[in-house]
Nanobody, 128 residues
Framework: QVQLVESGGGSIQAGGSLRLSCDYS????????VAWFRQGPGKEREWVAT??????????YYPDYVKGRFTISQDKSENTVYLQMNSLNPEDTATYYC???????????????????WGQGTQVTVSS
């Protein structure tokens, strides 16, 4: 069973930066993709970033609304995935979730249906 624990959320002013961490359990070697999603007040859960093992190293993928501002990275020696968030704005306010998958891609790298394991989330609040 893969367990995921997020940390690093908080309150910050617009333009600031935060780094979220996702610690995953020792069984994480069974996973092959790790991602971040977020859910803002009254909104659907949306994809933020994915890291995926590639032949020449890990690959990263982002939707346009965070590309260039957010960076996902992974420290496999520490079983930790990070999400560096820069130039934050109030629209980034949400609960951020770490997710992992051990299965094949059926719907897409950014589709939550392809992720079997989820953390409890960490709150990020950006004020103007």
């Amino acid at each position: 069973q893969v367990q995921l624990v997020e940390s690093g959320g908080g309150s910050i002013q617009a333009g600031g930066s935060l780094r979220l961490s996702c610690d995953y359990s020792a069984y994480a070697t069974s996973t092959n993709r790790v991602a971040w999603f977020r859910q803002g007040p009254g909104k659907e859960r949306e994809w933020v970033a994915t890291t995926y093992p590639g032949i020449r190293g890990d690959k990263t993928y982002y939707p346009d609304y965070v590309k260039g501002r957010f960076t996902i990275s992974q420290d496999k020696s520490e079983n930790t995935v990070y999400l560096q968030m820069n130039s934050l704005n109030p629209e980034d306010t949400a609960t951020y979730y770490c997710a992992a998958s051990s299965g094949a891609i059926r719907y897409g790298l950014g589709d939550r249906r392809d992720y079997q394991y989820w953390g409890q989330g960490t709150q990020v609040t950006v004020s103007s």
